[in-house]
């Protein structure tokens, strides 16, 4: 909202500066984001004087002006016909800009350079459309400042007001704020209206079919109305609130709209059949021109004012073109009404019209300013001598507005606030605000009435922020409420945490992806049509086709990261996230969203040096780091199975289990998509069900063993068999053989090659053995080695490799 | 004999100056005092002499043998010594080639934002309360003041998944659903989490972003509890220098509400961080609306409280001087990497 610094002083004539001004309304709760000097768009104006005009030898529609400057003469050619010799006309030169920022240069009209430009009343952006050169007074001296001349020697403060505050809208609602913040007196507004002898309803009649969604409804009537051109005045001001001027009846109206807060909308009464107005809900498929040009077909139910036969206005949001003030208007009707602000805002928003009539009354308005409006207008109309007004106001209030009481606590007040304030400094805060304050009731207590523009103030801390406002937010003092509570995480929440650590500490980057992505982010990732994946909630209205639906698996933003990277040329990559996921339940229930741990190692595993060279990730280092993580997690009992999933090799992918339950997946990505994401180098996915994982993970205290006080006895066992054979089976087969003397066993070699038949291989193990309570004899264990090698032969067709 | 000792002992000394390695010494050891050593030949003469020169020339023995082994040993060392230094010498490498780094992870901007605002909150008796990221209308808007058709709803503009489900618009929802779960007890809790809004993105807007809320409810709270947990908390981030300052605002779950600055590195020089206001708003907060407490049964005539929220992409940037939100997003890790 833009307010005028000039404008506003006429109804509180304060003394501050516009800087000290924006400050104390930003500290009361109007933001004010930005002052403007409006001067300095005009600051490269100048006056000219017309000395001589002749006609242009090569072209008919141009005119070539001998213009004096204060610094000598110019010429300058123009096409505007309404000038004479002696005129005086504001101009730019070139160089300079005119306020709309357009930069002016000579230019060449067929042979004759123009040394600057003339300006209209559109150029200087005080009319909407205008014909010829503005002609300034014949008395303005060259020298003059022409800012000040137009009534433009002001600031404007670019308000940015929150929703409650709608009452703001208008110049004198900001003008009572400041007038609370100063205690500098309010000047309203001049209303008084000399009317004719003829009464309103000789001229106009008004019905409302829908009082509900038109709780009031008001008019006067204008005669003999003289449309026109508007004071200059009256341009300057609605310049600087942002509008154009059209002729002075809508100027007016949009000058009182801008004052009061109050849209109105002239009718060009002849134009309405019988004279007679209709508030009523739309007819379904009614059809109406808007003064836009556009013809708007209504689905019926929104509120239209109407004649007998035809809607002329889309109440309170545009005017039909049929029934527009025109130049040959001379009868009026005036509204002022307060219509349903729901009603108003659904409208607006089907028909997408954001006009300033609408975007008002969808914020709620005054009930009680309706009628003032219109003899504000009636007022000004008369001053201006453009109309006579008809006796009397037609005001069909049907619903008028029962006011709101709220019981004034001072006690309650300071409590909510953390203040000591006295009532009566409450009180003074109140009159000044215009709020009313009742008689006290038997025990003692005030009630107090807001005024009816203020439709934010419903309770009590509505009272106490209103105290708090003027009293000063920061003159509140900082106190410390007592701590009672001690803070902490949940120990789920902890465990996210760990887990991040550990991630972090074994080299892998934190990321954050989107939630959401579009339907062909399946097909990237060759997840099948019917695949649980797909399975996934999706938006009402999507933003675009890359947002419609939320994630389920959290590899998506994985490979994004990694594509984005690799086409920076950043190949060998470790990343992580944790994250949500999205899962469908019932139709109107809420998905489930359990957090997901995933990650992705792409390109070259370490950082290949002078002394150390590098290899590109595989399976296996993804399982490692699995492995490493679930350790440090106090998951027991990991299992690793292969398992597929879509986005990765149906070769080179497992499934994780503990105690029987899913947790997660690792793999090597898929060809396909590897392909499809344009990487180049290996890449190795995983995705771990957090909340899956903390349900298994141990939570007792850690105790400690006893550390082994007798020496292990260490063997190493080399064993061929066939491919097919597990090396969770054989470990399984020590274990079995080995019982509690088998503390450890661990493969520490594999080999497929020349040496060894072909569907079989080598592989080596380190076994350790010993016994809490005293040392192993040899022997002991050579026949448990025994016993091995004859199981491992007879069982898994192992044979002992000796070479 | 007297002689030949004395010439042994030249001979001896001399060599021993002159031996270049301890290899070399211990050889010259043995040529002396081995079995056939020139000293231990002496010795074994000594049995040839006269009872009576034999002492003198034993003394004389002895003396020779002392004065040998002591510069031996000496010498040993000495050439230990040299050795030693020769050795850590050859072993000398090239301390400036770059060593072979154990590899590790970078934290996001926006994780190290949440960690840090959490910690603080927590040492003040804070929680950390989680809520659903798909979220019912009742609990994103209703429950929060915001009825059907409220204008207020404009400031939200959401993304629906059916007419009563959305993506949460704030974490304000986790107020409602943390104080139905606890009541009657006081609460005291901040909700970090990811929140949706229609937004295109560009440079300074996003469809999704994270908020961290705050709430406390209990007896007695008043606007200056909120302002002094907001003033430990704003110092904590930005700096014990900063002053923070609170101007009137709306939300429609707070009443009285505000919008909380803290003052610019600036020092009011004025600065384009600030726009040349020396403030810089950081956060939204207020009392709680007795509307919200009493849909959560806390009576508003006994328990009070204040929420506050703010958004962690805004934060970041700020703090680590950042002017594009996409780039946390995006996971370039020329971005990541500068983050430990």
């Known amino acids: 909202m833009r307010v005028s610094y000039n404008w506003l002083r006429e109804y509180v004539p304060i003394e501050l500066s516009p800087n000290e001004l924006g400050e104390k309304l930003t500290m009361a709760g109007i933001e004010v984001e930005e002052i403007i000097n409006l001067r300095a768009s005009y600051d490269s104006l100048k006056v000219g004087k017309i000395i001589d005009i002749q006609p242009h030898p090569q072209a008919d529609n141009l005119l070539i002006c001998q213009v ?62 205008s014909e010829g050169i503005l002609v300034l007074p014949a008395n303005t001296d060259l020298t003059a400042d022409l800012a000040s001349i137009l009534g433009l020697d002001d600031y404007v403060l670019m308000i940015e007001l929150t929703p409650n505050r709608a009452d703001c809208y208008g110049m004198l609602g900001i003008a009572r704020e400041v007038s609370a913040l100063t205690g500098v007196n309010l000047k309203l507004p001049a209303c008084a209206v000399n009317e004719i002898r003829e009464a309103i309803t000789n001229f106009a009649t008004v019905e409302v079919l829908d009082p509900e969604l038109c709780p009031r409804y008001a008019g006067r009537v204008f005669l003999d109305v003289k449309v026109g051109e508007s004071p200059l005045w009256l341009k300057a001001r609605l310049l600087a609130a942002g509008m154009r001027s059209i002729n002075n009846l809508v100027d007016l109206t949009n000058y009182v709209m801008l004052e009061l807060n109050q849209p109105l909308h002239p009718f060009d009464l002849k134009q309405l059949k019988e004279q007679k107005i209709i508030v009523r809900p739309a007819r379904k498929n009614e059809v109406i021109t808007t003064l836009d040009g556009e013809e708007r077909t209504l689905s019926g139910g929104q509120l239209v004012i109407a004649d007998p036969y035809h809607a002329q206005c889309i109440a309170g949001v545009m005017g039909s073109y049929q029934s527009e003030v025109s130049g040959a208007t001379d009868t009026v009707f005036l509204e002022s009404a307060y219509f349903l602000p729901v009603s108003i805002r659904r409208t607006a928003q089907a028909l997408a019209i954001r006009s300033e009539a ?147 500490g074994l080299g892998l980057s934190e990321i954050k992806t989107y939630s959401f992505h579009g339907e062909k982010m399946f097909e990237r990732l060759n997840i099948p049509v019917d695949h649980r994946l797909r399975n996934a909630v999706r938006m009402k209205v999507p933003l675009s086709e890359e947002g419609s639906l939320l994630r389920t698996t959290l590899l998506t933003g994985v490979m994004e990261s990694l594509s984005y990277n690799a086409k920076r040329n950043l190949h060998d990559l470790q990343l992580f996230e944790i994250a949500h996921v999205y899962h469908p339940t019932s139709e109107d229930g809420l998905p489930k969203e359990p957090t997901y741990l995933a990650g992705g190692l792409s390109g070259k595993y370490f950082e290949p040096t002078w002394s150390q060279s590098s290899r590109e990730v595989d399976f296996y280092d993804g399982k490692g780091l699995l492995e490493t993580v679930l350790n440090c997690m106090r998951i027991k009992d990991v299992r690793f199975r292969r398992g597929e999933h879509p986005i990765m090799h149906p070769g080179r992918t497992a499934f994780l289990e503990s105690t029987g339950k899913f947790l997660g997946v690792v793999g090597e990505v898929h060809p396909k998509v590897k392909m499809e994401f344009n990487l180049t180098s290996s890449v190795v996915l995983f995705e771990i069900n957090l909340q899956q994982l903390w349900e298994v993970a141990e939570k007792e205290v850690i105790m400690v063993k006893p550390l082994p006080k007798f020496p292990p006895i260490l063997r190493d066992l080399a064993l061929i068999l066939p491919e097919k054979v597990k090396v969770g089976e054989i470990i399984n087969l020590f274990r079995q053989i080995g019982k509690e003397k088998l503390e450890s066993a661990r493969l520490f070699d594999i080999y497929q090659g020349d040496k060894i038949p072909s569907g079989y291989r080598s592989m080596a193990f380190s076994l350790i053995f010993r016994i809490e309570e005293r040392t192993l004899q040899d022997e002991e264990v050579n026949s448990i080695m025994e016993e091995i090698i004859k199981e491992a032969a007879n069982r898994l067709e192992a044979q002992i490799r000796t070479t | 004999m007297q002689t030949e000792l004395k010439d042994i002992l030249e001979k001896g000394l001399k060599e021993a100056k002159e031996a270049l390695s ?197 007896k007695n709270v008043t606007f200056g509890d909120l ?66 407490l009493s849909m959560a049964k806390y009576d508003p005539d006994v328990y009070s409280g204040f929420a506050f929220g703010m958004g962690v992409e805004r934060i970041a940037m700020l703090r680590y001087g950042i002017s594009d939100i996409r780039h946390f997003y995006e996971n370039d890790f020329r971005f990541l990497q500068q983050f430990q």
């Open chain 1, 68 to 129: 004096k400057v204060t610094d000598g003469e110019i010429t300058i050619i123009t096409a505007a016909k309404n000038l004479k010799s002696g005129d005086k006309v504001p101009l730019v030169l070139p160089g300079s800009t005119l306020p709309d920022g357009r930069e002016i240069d000579e230019t060449q009209f067929h042979g004759i350079v123009s040394q600057g430009m003339l300006c209209s009343e559109e150029e200087l952006g005080l009319a909407r459309k």
């Open chain 1, 358 to 504: 609408a975007i008002r009354f969808g914020k709620g308005l005054d009930p009680e300013t309706v009628p003032l409006a219109l003899d504000r207008v009636a007022h000004l109309a008369q001053k201006l001598q453009i109309a006579r007004v008809a006796e009397g106001i037609i005001d069909l209030n049907t619903q008028p507005l029962v006011p709101r009481k709220i019981w004034f606590r001072p006690e309650k007040i300071n409590a909510l606030l953390g203040t000591e304030l006295e009532a009566s400094y409450m009180m003074e805060i109140f009159k000044r605000l215009n709020f009313k304050l009742e008689e006290k009731t038997d025990d003692g207590r005030h009630k107090i009435l807001p005024p009816s523009y203020r439709l934010d103030i419903e309770g009590e801390a509505d009272l106490a922020e209103e105290v708090a406002r003027i009293y000063g937010y920061n003159q509140i003092l900082a106190t410390y409420p007592a701590a009672n509570i001690v803070g902490k995480l949940s120990p789920e929440q902890e465990f996210r945490e760990k887990a991040r650590e550990i991630l972090l």
């Open chain 2, 22 to 218: 301890s290899q070399e010494l211990s050889d010259i050891r043995l040529k002396f005092f081995g079995k056939k050593g020139l000293i231990t030949k002496h010795s074994r003469l000594l049995g040839n002499l006269a009872p009576e020169e034999r002492p003198l020339f034993g003394k004389m023995i002895n003396n020779v043998r002392q004065k040998l082994e002591e510069y031996l040993t000496t010498r040993a060392q000495e050439l230990q010594t040299l050795e030693e230094t020769a050795k850590l010498e050859r072993e000398r490498i090239d301390v400036e080639l770059p060593g072979r780094r154990p590899r590790r992870g970078h934290p996001h901007p926006l994780q190290l934002i949440i960690q840090e605002i959490t910690a603080t909150f927590l040492g003040m008796g804070f929680s950390v309360a989680e809520g659903p990221e798909v979220e019912l209308d009742f609990y994103n808007f209703e429950a929060l003041n915001i009825p059907p058709e409220h204008p207020a709803r404009e400031m939200h503009d959401s993304l629906y998944i059916t007419d009563k489900i959305l993506l949460r618009t704030h974490t304000s929802p986790v107020q409602v659903r943390t104080m139905e779960k606890i009541y009657p007890q006081p609460v005291r809790i901040i909700v970090p989490g990811r929140v949706y809004r229609r937004d295109a993105l560009d440079a300074t807007h996003s469809p999704i972003f994270h908020q961290i809320e705050g709430l406390l409810v209990d």
């Open chain 2, 227 to 292: 302002k002094g947990i907001l003033t430990v908390f704003a110092q904590k981030l930005f700096g014990e220098e900063r002053t923070v300052r609170l101007r009137p605002s709306f939300f429609p779950f707070t009443e009285p509400s505000a919008e909380v600055d803290v003052s610019c590195g600036c020092q009011g020089k004025g600065c384009r961080i600030c726009k040349n206001t020396g403030w810089i708003e950081i956060l939204g907060a207020g009392s709680v609306h007795p509307k919200v």
